[in-house]
Each structure stands twice: as structure tokens, then as C-alpha cells.
């Protein structure tokens, strides 16, 4: 009769910039979306190496192109934030117990750290750069 | 006004209603019950509950043990037929909140764990942590879910009960939401609105705990029993009044006065050594801990804080582990709200009001005499308390009566006849024209908060710890006043949607009626018995007063005090001995 | 005891007079060091305005009532001390429900989403009493016990920005009280609530923006629930499709 609720609606296109913690949730999405298109360069390198040396040298001289060195830097800081922030939350999915009481989230968190610096290595091993 | 019809109309939606809506929905599923509650079921001050439920189940208790500390500890008012019921029937409702889901805290084994508890001779109170009573009341709530013949009306504020030719057949409540009326139309109502705390000003009670389901009972005729018993719990932080739960001296915790003396030792509680030891020291009862810091506040041995006098719960020995594993809420509440952190400090407590022993007589069956009107709960006397009820004895008792009511109506329901659905609409009109009376009068001059807060100072002031003559008397005399005055209060919100201002207006008129009831029974009773405390007569006076104070409506007047036996099966009353060397 | 003097700015809404929400400010609220916000609330209903709608009960974080957006970040009001804000502050009701009145919402979607996980013990075989209690281990109850903390105070509705976007979502506090019962070693459950927990609606609605678990007031932690549940439930995926799997 009287009751009228009044609702109050989520803008739909900026509601992430409304609080800080929505802004770095969008951030580690956004990140996600330049690691998606460092992968995409990546696989069209290895399709380019396989159709001959010139198709190579070109995508070679795009990537290394002042362009090409830019977004890679943005890509590694992405990939960065990308990594970091994901690994933070590693211990909200990964509830592991040993006996009563549960692996200490941070121990989960540093062996994530460490697993990534040992593929590092290999790879660089294997790229033959270290 | 829209009539909503059910079968069982169960008034409070806390522990004891949704252990009594269950217990209907499990017995026939094709009676209809309508849980009526002024806030959501999980918001009921059951919620609030810390240390645990008492129930026999290591091989070394007894229910004799069990049945003798509750006797002795309510210093022998119990009624015994209702003490020797509950703590035979506790154990077994205790599995069957661990069979809904209830996270007791167990032992290594996988056995559900107990641990001492005040006045209690032998370990046998089951925990979930701090917070049993939190766990009890959403796992009641999650279990309720799964029956549909459980409907429930949330925030649903009572008003009346309807009583037609001698039985009570329905009840009135406001939909919050909207402020419009409704009319249940029953063949029973179970009463389980809880306690009244906020009588007083300084409560571990919430904000709804304001005695509504005593004055709709009072006021439709249903005597209100041994109101004069106000249970002071020993240990609640100054300022808010936070329970700090009596597990944190089952565990180990002592009481100190300024000069770190364990002072309970020179109030028959004593010796302080070996310690842990049950039923000594600080595991003795509430009442005598509470009259314990009264004694040495007289004496100028408490701490003065800019809070009031206190005296310091000392926990520091029980190390970090044990107090996060066993204690985590009270760790939270002493570091946010007296910045102390119990790992490493003491802590300020005081007693402060925590429980009505008082409430609606019901016979053992949660019947009260008005037939088709049952009670459940702290807002019930059934009485298993007496003058002083143990700790952990009532969640345990909101379970077992609770059921009981439950039970006990569906059987009256099969044969109840259908309510006058005339008589009943003429009494809605009625219930429905004091509410628009409140609106429509211009003559107001009373406020709420000005009321509310006389009423609270005149009741810690004249019906204390301790209490004479002289104080009672002018509880008495002031909460006479204060009806009086209720009459002409002003409310200043005349809106519809959700009108606290009403509803606090409601909950005031029902706690100055109870709170006259305890400030009479406390006048006409001339002795000392648990925690009510006569300054001039400081004995217990078997011959006059083995008997239950019983509170009767009387219009404008303050009540009638009748007295009704106790019932005594076993234990014949003796000294309350406390302390000593026994185990 | 000290005082001090705030200003409270809160939306006010009576919905039987406004069209919409307004801020309205009480200045100079006379508050002592040590109270909450809702302390201060309180004492503009009892001496400045009787007509300021909202919830309280117990007082000390347990009951769930008391709810609110105070400077931007849903609290409980009874644990918001002032002594951690300014001389300003700002109460607005949670987001992301309807407001009934004032700080008053409409909580009726979360109570049927509640209903919805199913949360109550399902048995394998219905135990007799007589037969006592279950046997669990500190280490299964430990398992559960942090899920089943949650107060209901709906702090994570209002955080949760996929459900203020997308109300059809089952939520953070009701998906981790399924999570509790399937943890539990008494309860075989899960797949009774896999209709609603495991679907588009359930979890996979879930983007991890991780900001219910940040203002849980008792560290339930739902995010991590949810997350958990993913795990399992992707795993029962590729175990369907492995010949011989499940």
C-alpha cells in the first residue's frame, strides 16, 4: 500500500572505477587481455617461421620495430601484474590440510613463485641465453 | 484487517521458536504454522549465546549431578518434576542438533568435547567455540528451511493475543515493511520472544530483547512467574555491556581486584587452590560472583575505569592458542572494544544484566494456563532456573521446552475447534485501535527515550544486585509513574514503511509493564534467595517464601503477587555450599 | 569520558514522501571516543530525530542486523568505531538491494537464494538419536568450520559488483553456506546442490573480483569457497568425460 522500495541501479559501464578494489579487479583483467595478444604475436611467429625465412624476418622486424619494443614492455609489466595478482589470491582456491590444520597460505603463495622461477631458468637455459 | 489462518501461530523466530516450528513440521507435516518474528530468524538474540549447553554425556557425570547443581544453583526454587525432565531429555536433544549439523568442538577422537562451566560439578557443557549459541541458532534457522509447512512472517512486530471464551485463538501483528495489520487466526500460539534485558541500562542484551511476548501474556490474563529474579552475569566488558562468556573462566580465566588478589576466595568460594576446580572460585555460580564484586566494589577493591568500577579477568596464562582456538569472539570483542587484548593484558569486566529467570508460567508440558497459549525460552518460567540459573543450562532449556511446546500443541490443535472467527475479528478491531490511537492522538507530551531511560535507571537503582525495601519501593513507585505517563507518549514518526519509532514505542509499553511486575515481586519478597538479594532480610526464608511469585494484570494497578508452591520431588532444600575441597 | 563532535551525512528515504534518496546531515552529534557509528546513530533517533529508520539488535558483530555503507565500504555499524574515521562521516544503506526505508533494505532476494543451496544436512542414512552423535574429527570440523561463520549480514551482496550488474546470482554468502555443508563429513549432499550451486547463476557467475571476502566481518572468506567449488566441480566435468570416470 504504502511501500514503494527504491532501487538503485549498478551503472553498468563504470561501476569500476567506483572503488579502489574494483579498479585493480580491472586491472588484472585488462593485463589478462595483453597477455592474450603477446600469446596471439607469439603463435604467429612459430606459423610464420614455418612458412619460409622471409615470412620470419618480417615478423622479426615488426617485433623488434620501436612499436614492437613498446608493447612488449607494456606486455612484461602486464604480465607482471597479471602474475602477481593472481598468485595473491592462490590460497583462497587452494585450501590444502595436512592433518588439523591448513598449509600456510603463504607457503602456497612462495612455492607458486618458485615454480615460476625454475621454468624461467629452463626456458632461458634452453633459449640458450643463460 | 487481512485474517492470515494457520494452526500454530509461533510468536519469536530464536532458538526456542524454530525448535518448536520443527518440531510441529516433524510431527505432521500437514499442520500449518505460521513463525512470526520482529526480525529475521538469524538476527534472534539466541545468536548471542557463547559459552555452551550443559548435557550428561561423559561416563563419569550423572543426570543426579546434573539435576542436583541446577537444584541447588536456582537455591532450591526450581521446580524439581521440570528440573529432573530437562536434564534427562538435554542429552538427546544435543545429537539431534549435531545430526542438523551443529559444529560442536570435539575431542581428539571425533567426540563431541565439553568443558567446565560455573556451578556445573562435572565437566558436561558442549561448545561450538565461543559462539554455541550462534551455531545453534543458524543451524535450527538452515534445518527450518527444508519444511514447507513452516511459513514464516519476518519482521512481523506482535501486538495482542486473541483470547475467545477462555482459550487464546490467534494473535495481531504489524507488517513492519508495510505498518499494516494482520490477524493470525490460530488453534494455538507458542510464545518464544526471549528476555527482557533492556529493562535495565547496562544488558549483554540486544536491542529487541524488550519483553514483548510477558506483556501480551501478562496483559491477556497469564501471571507472570518469579519476575523478581535478575540474573547479573559476572563478566561484561564496561561501557557496552558485552558478554564476555563464562568459558573464559571455564578455561581457566580468574578474577582479580586491584590488587591482583583473587578475591572470590573471602566469598565462600575459596580455597583458590589447586585450580582449575569445579564449582569454586570463579566456576562458581553467576549470583554469587556478581554479589562477590558488589561486596568488594563496597570495599574500595575495584578499579576504577571511565567506564565505572571494574575488576580484571586475568586469561594471559591460557597462552594465544588455546584462546584463538576456544575463545576467538571474546579476543575480537576485549581488543575492539576496551582495546585489550587478552593474550597479553587483563581485562575490565563488571556484572551486568544478562538473564530473566523470571517469565510466563508454564506447566512441564510449555502449557501455560491459558489454554491454546504455550511459552518456550527464556520468556517462559517453567521454572528449571529458581533463583539463579546456571550457565549453559539455557540453551539447553529453549531445545527441550521449545520441542516440548511444539509437541504439546500439535496434540492440542487435533482437537481444538475452529476459532470465532466473529470474536476475533472484534478483538483485532480492538488491538488494531490502539495502534491508531497512537497516530491519530495530538494530546502527546511523553518521549520515548526520556521514558525509556528513567525506567532504566529506576530499575539499576531500586532492583539491583542487591535490593531492600527502600529501593524496590521506589521501582515501584516509578515504574507506577511511568505507565501512567506511557500513557500520554508522543510518537513523533506518523509514517507507515517501517516506523521504528512506533515499534521502540510498542516495546517500551511491554517493558514498563514487566518491569513493574519485577519491581513489585521484588518489593513483597522478604528474603534472600540466588540473586535476589534483600539488604534487610539477607536470609532465605524457607517457611514463607519456598514459593514462586506470581505476577497478575491488573488494569492501571500495579499486579496482584500471588505465590504458588514449589514443587519438590528429591532434593529438600539445604545450604548452597559452594568452594571448599570438594571436586 | 571524552567527546567529541561528528557530522553524520545519511541517505535518508521515506518512501511515503520522497520520489528519491537525499543525504541528510546531523551536525555536531555529541559522540563519546569509544562508541561505533551506530552509537551515534542511536543518539540522533533517541534526541534529534525520531523518524531515522534502521537495524540493530545484539551490539558485538554476531547478530547481523546493523549493516551499512559508512564512507564508501559496507560495515556493521557496530563495529565501525569512530575513533577510525574523521569528524565526517557518511551512512548510506547496503548497495545492491532495494531500499525499504532509510538504511532499511529489502533482503527477501538473499533469503530465497539461502533456500535455494539447500543449506541443512542431507544424510546418507538418517541417523537414529539413540544412536548418539557422529563422529568428527577436529580436522574434519576444521575443514568446514570458517564457512560456517557466516552471519548473514549481507556485507557481500553489497560489495559483490556481479550481483549489483546481475541479481540473478546466487551470491557470496549463500554459495560458501553450500560450501560449509559439502565440507561437512556428515552431509553427502553436493550433488543435490549442484543444480543451483554448479550453474551459469551458481559459481561460474563468479569473476573472483575477491571484494565479498575483503569485507566479510568474520573472514568467512566466500571468494575462496567459490573458487573451491569451481575446482571440484571442473574436475567432476572432465571425470564425466573420461570413459570409466564418474
Known amino acids: 500500500m504504502s511501500r514503494n522500495p527504491y532501487v538503485r541501479k549498478m551503472s553498468k559501464t563504470t561501476w569500476f572505477l567506483t572503488h579502489g578494489r574494483y579498479r585493480s579487479y580491472i586491472l588484472h583483467e585488462l593485463s589478462s587481455f595483453f597477455v592474450a595478444i603477446y600469446t596471439g604475436i607469439l603463435i604467429m611467429g612459430l606459423l610464420r617461421l614455418g612458412s619460409g625465412p622471409e615470412e620470419w624476418a618480417g615478423w622479426l622486424e615488426g617485433v623488434t620495430s620501436p612499436a614492437g619494443i613498446v608493447f612488449h614492455l607494456l606486455a612484461f609489466a602486464f604480465a607482471i601484474i597479471h602474475t602477481v595478482s593472481w598468485f595473491k589470491v592462490v590460497p583462497q582456491a587452494m585450501r590444502i590440510q595436512r592433518g588439523e590444520d591448513f598449509v600456510p597460505g603463504q607457503l602456497l603463495v612462495r612455492a607458486h613463485y618458485g615454480v615460476l622461477a625454475g621454468v624461467s631458468v629452463v626456458v632461458l637455459i634452453l633459449a640458450g641465453i643463460a | 484487517m ?3 489462518k494457520t494452526d500454530v501461530a509461533i510468536v519469536g523466530a530464536g532458538g526456542a521458536g524454530l525448535r518448536a516450528a520443527i518440531a510441529v513440521a516433524e510431527a505432521d507435516p500437514s499442520i500449518e ?26 561416563s563419569d557425570d550423572s543426570l543426579e549431578y546434573h539435576f542436583n547443581d541446577t537444584v541447588q544453583g536456582g537455591d532450591w526454587l526450581t521446580d524439581q518434576d521440570a528440573v529432573e525432565l530437562f536434564v534427562n531429555t538435554i542429552p538427546k536433544e544435543l545429537t539431534q542438533m549435531e545430526h542438523w549439523g551443529c559444529p560442536w568442538s570435539r575431542k581428539e577422537n571425533g567426540d563431541v568435547a565439553v568443558r567446565p562451566f560455573g556451578g556445573m560439578k562435572i565437566m558436561r557443557t558442549w561448545f561450538a567455540a565461543d559462539k554455541t549459541g550462534f551455531h545453534m541458532l543458524h543451524t535450527l534457522f538452515q534445518t527450518s528451511l527444508q519444511f514447507p509447512s513452516i511459513k514464516r512472517y519476518d519482521e512481523f512486530f506482535s501486538t495482542d493475543l486473541m483470547v475467545d471464551n477462555g482459550r487464546c485463538t490467534g494473535v495481531t501483528a504489524i507488517e513492519m515493511r508495510s505498518g499494516q495489520m494482520r490477524l493470525f487466526q490460530a488453534k494455538a500460539v507458542i510464545l518464544c520472544t526471549g528476555g527482557a534485558g533492556r529493562i535495565y541500562p547496562f544488558t549483554t542484551n540486544g536491542a529487541i530483547k ?8 501478562y496483559r491477556a490474563g497469564v501471571p507472570l512467574k518469579d519476575m523478581e529474579f535478575v540474573q547479573y552475569h559476572p563478566t561484561g566488558l564496561p561501557g557496552s555491556g558485552i558478554l564476555l562468556t563464562e568459558g573464559c573462566r571455564g578455561e581457566g580465566g580468574i578474577l582479580v581486584n586491584k590488587d591482583g588478589y583473587r578475591y572470590l576466595q573471602d566469598y565462600g568460594m ?6 582449575p576446580r569445579l564449582k569454586a572460585m570463579e566456576l562458581g555460580p553467576r549470583d554469587r560472583l556478581s554479589q562477590a564484586f558488589w561486596h568488594e566494589q563496597k570495599k574500595g577493591n575495584t578499579i576504577p575505569t571511565q567506564w565505572g568500577d571494574v575488576v580484571h579477568l586475568d586469561m594471559r596464562h591460557l597462552g594465544e592458542a588455546k584462546i584463538d582456538e576456544r575463545l576467538p569472539l571474546v579476543r575480537d570483542l576485549a581488543s575492539s572494544y576496551v582495546g585489550t587484548d587478552p593474550v597479553t593484558s587483563l581485562v575490565p569486566v563488571r556484572p551486568v544484566v544478562h538473564y530473566m529467570m523470571g517469565g510466563i508460567h508454564t506447566d512441564i508440558d510449555a502449557a501455560t494456563p491459558l489454554p491454546g497459549l504455550y511459552a518456550a525460552g527464556e520468556c517462559a518460567c517453567v521454572s528449571i532456573n529458581g533463583a539463579n540459573r546456571l550457565g549453559s543450562n539455557s540453551l539447553g532449556e529453549l531445545l527441550v521446552f521449545g520441542a516440548r511446546a511444539g509437541r504439546h500443541a500439535v496434540e492440542y490443535v487435533r482437537s481444538a475447534p475452529e476459532p470465532n472467527a466473529a470474536a476475533l475479528e472484534k478483538q483485532g478491531a480492538e488491538a488494531q485501535k490502539r495502534i491508531t490511537d497512537l497516530f491519530t492522538r495530538t494530546d502527546g507530551t511523553e518521549r520515548v527515550a526520556v521514558l525509556r531511560r528513567e525506567m532504566n535507571d529506576a530499575m539499576e537503582e531500586g532492583c539491583g544486585i542487591y535490593r531492600d525495601a527502600n529501593t524496590t519501593k521506589m521501582s515501584c513507585d516509578k515504574t507506577t509513574e511511568l505507565r501512567q505517563r506511557f500513557k500520554r507518549i508522543n510518537l513523533e514518526d506518523k509514517s507507515n514503511v517501517y516506523n521504528t519509532d512506533l515499534f521502540q514505542c510498542l516495546e517500551l509499553g511491554n517493558m514498563l509493564d514487566c518491569a513493574e511486575t519485577i519491581a513489585q515481586s521484588a518489593f513483597q519478597r522478604q528474603e534472600s534467595r540466588g540473586s535476589h538479594q534483600r539488604l534487610d532480610f539477607e536470609a532465605r526464608d524457607d517457611s514463607k517464601y519456598l514459593k514462586h511469585s506470581m505476577a497478575a494484570y491488573n488494569g492501571d494497578d500495579p499486579p496482584k503477587i500471588d505465590y504458588l508452591d514449589v514443587v519438590i520431588t528429591k532434593s529438600q532444600p539445604a545450604e548452597r555450599v559452594y568452594g571448599g575441597e570438594q571436586k | 569520558m571524552s567527546t567529541r563532535e561528528i557530522t553524520l551525512k545519511v541517505l535518508r528515504y521515506r518512501p511515503e514522501v520522497d520520489s528519491k534518496p537525499f543525504f541528510q546531515t546531523y551536525e555536531k552529534v555529541p559522540c563519546e571516543e569509544e562508541w561505533v557509528v551506530l552509537d551515534a546513530l542511536n543518539y540522533i533517533k533517541d534526541e534529534i530525530d525520531r523518524t531515522l529508520s534502521f537495524r540493530w539488535s545484539c551490539h558485538m558483530f554476531v547478530c547481523g542486523s546493523c549493516g551499512m555503507v559508512i564512507n564508501g565500504e559496507p560495515k556493521l555499524s557496530c563495529k565501525a568505531f569512530l575513533r577510525d574515521y574523521g ?10 538491494f532495494p531500499i525499504e526505508r532509510d538504511l532499511v533494505v529489502v533482503i527477501d532476494d538473499f533469503v530465497e537464494k539461502l533456500l535455494s543451496v539447500k543449506p541443512w544436512v542431507i544424510p546418507k542414512v538418517k541417523k537414529s538419536l539413540d544412536d548418539g552423535a557422529y563422529n568428527q574429527t577436529p580436522a574434519q570440523l576444521k575443514s568446514f568450520k570458517q564457512y560456517s561463520m557466516c552471519i548473514n549480514c549481507l556485507l557481500c551482496y553489497s560489495a559483490c559488483p556481479q550481483y549489483g550488474l546481475d541479481n540473478s546470482f546466487v551470491g557470496p554468502a549463500s554459495l560458501a553456506l553450500a560450501h560449509r555443508y559439502n565440507m561437512d563429513s556428515r552431509d553427502v549432499g553436493r550433488k ?12 561460474w557467475e563468479c569473476s573472483f573480483v575477491g571484494a565479498c571476502s575483503q569485507v566479510c566481518p568474520k573472514d568467512v572468506d566466500p571468494a575462496g569457497a567459490i573458487q573451491q567449488i569451481k575446482i571440484t566441480s571442473a574436475i567432476d566435468y572432465v571425470m564425466s568425460m573420461v570413459p570409466g570416470g564418474k
Not at chain 2, 520482529?38 to 554425556?57: D, L
Open chain 2, 2 to 4: 487481512e485474517v492470515i
Open chain 2, 33 to 58: 504454522i505460521a513463525l512470526i518474528s520482529k526480525v529475521y530468524p538469524m538476527r534472534s538474540h539466541t545468536c548471542a549465546a557463547e559459552g555452551g549447553a550443559a548435557g550428561v554425556i561423559e
Open chain 2, 210 to 217: 524488550t519483553g514483548d511476548g510477558w506483556g501480551m501474556a
Open chain 2, 270 to 275: 575459596g580455597p583458590p587452590d589447586p585450580w
Open chain 3, 87 to 96: 569528524k565526517k562521516i557518511t551512512v548510506e544503506p547496503l548497495a545492491n
Open chain 3, 192 to 203: 543435490a546442490r549442484e543444480d543451483v550451486v554448479a550453474s551459469a547463476e551458481g559459481i
